[in-house]
């Protein structure tokens, strides 16, 4: 074969060589050197070799080459396959892949040594390649329902599985004994289908890695390093955003009851330990869909999305009794804690530093009138606007003292358009 085809053909291996290679800086880079880019990049390069040395003819002698190239190509369809499963959060079971390629390797060794048989050794290893794609598709079917990136990464694995059964039916228009890169229509379409998918896949990897990056440090940005809960940054953003899709909400303001007492008496390590603590009790006595944050030293705020301040109040005094109840460092010094909190109620047009300010002023109450309780109210004067659905469910229930008990004070209610009730609030 003319030199210059060889030199073109190896184009192929070369682009694939210098993708593994920018995928292994990357992982390099990474602080957290996550395996699956490491599994990632040795793939790409444990093929770009495997090419070569096909195309090459490197080593001359046929035997030796067919046992260097074999054990190539399934180490990097293996470890391909394991980075994806990795990526996608999933464990990746070892016995399949160890089984298929063993199978593998004594088949071809077999039809090396005792039957020499080109096409059977072809159809052997692409048969163990395309099923250990089609298992590692399975196994990390879920990215589907990821981002744009992550659709995109697993949509070019999924081709590259399907598509090796097309290239394995085009080698029957090889000639039974040939070995090695030669310009046939298999050749052909396989360097064009392997070219797509190392560069769709690689800069889709590219761009997932970056995203998680992004989502790494927003998340670290907006995370209180001590308690694990959000800090105040994180816990007015994300409160912000969920206004937007929410009619009204409760905002509960949290301080814990003479902690610097704590710090006083068994020193900041103890104190920084019972913050700890407080998280969990917090998540704990929450519902799912709350958002939580540690606001400043002793000091939380919860964020209640669509909360009456009757099931605000509710959150609010289930927290003050699980936090009563909890024995702090018990395996140490059994320490008992209580915290006091303010409740306030708000339509979602209400800033929520406002209303944080508003929970505040009923915090301080707490703490003037003895501490350990919880008092909520709303601002005065607030419209708060209760979705029609949610009326008519209590209308229908006979409800009208609930409704009453859920507001805590006399309420004048109207007809709105037909299609809302407005309950104007004032303060107890």
Not at 341 to 363: C, E, K, Q, V, Y
Request: glycine fraction near 6%; aromatic fraction near 10%.
């Amino acid at each position: 074969m003319p030199n210059a085809e060889i030199w073109l053909a190896l184009s192929h291996p070369l682009v694939v060589a210098l993708l593994g290679s920018a995928l292994l800086l990357i992982w390099y880079s990474d602080i957290s050197r996550p395996r699956y880019m490491l599994y990632l990049g040795v793939a790409y390069l444990a093929y770009s070799v495997a090419v070569t040395l096909q195309i090459t003819g490197i080593p001359s002698i046929q035997a030796i080459n067919v046992m260097l190239t074999g054990p190539l190509y399934m180490v990097a369809v293996i470890l391909l396959t394991h980075g994806l499963i990795a990526l996608s959060g999933r464990p990746y079971p070892y016995w399949f892949p160890i089984v298929v390629v063993s199978l593998m390797l004594v088949s071809r060794l077999y039809f090396v040594l005792f039957d020499d048989n080109t096409q059977l050794r072809f159809y052997l290893l692409h048969a163990a390649v395309t099923m250990i794609l089609l298992h590692g598709s399975v196994l990390a079917r879920h990215l589907l329902k990821g981002r744009s990136s992550e659709k995109v990464l697993y949509l070019s694995f999924l081709l590259l599985a399907l598509s090796n059964t097309p290239r394995t039916l085009l080698a029957l228009t090889r000639p039974a004994h040939s070995y090695g890169f030669d310009s046939s229509s298999y050749w052909l379409i396989t360097q064009l289908s392997i070219y797509v998918f190392a560069i769709a896949f690689g800069l889709s990897l590219i761009l997932t890695i970056m995203q998680k990056r992004i989502i790494t440090h927003r998340v670290l940005s907006e995370t209180d390093s001590l308690t694990g809960l959000r800090n105040r940054r994180g816990f007015f953003d994300t409160a912000a955003r969920m206004t937007s899709s929410v009619d009204y909400y409760t905002i509960l303001a949290a301080d814990i009851d003479r902690f610097k007492a704590v710090n006083d008496s068994y020193g900041h390590a103890i104190g920084d330990a019972v913050l700890i603590e407080t998280a969990a009790v917090i998540k704990k006595s929450i519902r799912p869909g709350d958002v939580s944050g540690r606001i400043g030293g002793e000091e939380f705020a919860i964020f209640l999305p669509d909360t009456s301040l009757e099931d605000g109040h509710r959150v609010a005094e289930r927290l003050r009794k699980n936090f009563e109840e909890f024995i702090f460092l018990e395996d140490q010094i059994d320490l008992k804690c209580t915290i006091s909190l303010g409740a306030a109620t708000f339509n979602s047009a209400t800033p929520i530093a406002d209303a944080l300010l508003s929970a505040d002023r009923l915090l301080y109450q707490v703490k003037a009138e003895g501490r350990n309780r919880v008092v909520s109210a709303s601002p005065n004067p607030a419209l708060i606007e209760y979705p029609s659905g949610f009326l008519r469910h209590l209308i229908a229930k006979s409800h009208w003292c609930r409704i009453k008990q859920m507001c805590r004070q006399q309420a004048h209610c109207r007809q709105l358009a037909g299609k809302k009730l407005v309950v104007t609030l004032r303060a107890l």
